[in-house]
């Protein structure tokens, strides 16, 4: 079946990096026009964060993020990075790894995703 499985987070002070990454399997990857990290902090609504073309490796980036994260990817191994740095204590937050198969829609639009993986938390300490 499906799976998008997130690993590299944790716990890191304010100023600090980390690296997730997402590996996809189970369906046919070629198929992916857009990979995506979105995230959720308690009590808000889950937000876009970046997101990148696996056929031409452009990107897309947040506003909150745009000069501290850098979205990339391997498609040899199925698999986005999401490196963060400089991290704030507001990036705080479940990641989500999502997949988007069909074309059109928009990059932060989570509704345009069809496969999403089950997070990995990020906290970040002032």
């Known amino acids: ?74 498609n040899a191994k199925n698999t986005v990075y999401l490196q963060m740095n400089s991290l704030k204590p507001e990036d705080t937050a479940m990641y989500y790894c999502a997949a988007r198969v069909q074309y059109g829609g928009r990059w932060w639009n989570e509704n345009d995703y069809n496969y999403w993986g089950r997070g990995t938390q990020v906290t970040v300490s002032s």
């Open 1 to 74: 079946q499906v799976q998008l499985v997130e690993s590299g987070g944790g716990s890191v002070q304010a100023g600090g990096s980390l690296r997730l990454s997402c590996a996809a399997s189970g369906y046919n990857y070629r198929r992916t026009n857009r990979m995506a990290w979105f995230r959720q902090a308690p009590g808000k609504e889950r937000e876009a964060v970046a997101a990148i073309n696996p056929d031409d490796g452009s990107s897309d980036y947040s506003d909150s993020v745009k000069g501290r994260f850098t979205i990339s990817q391997d």
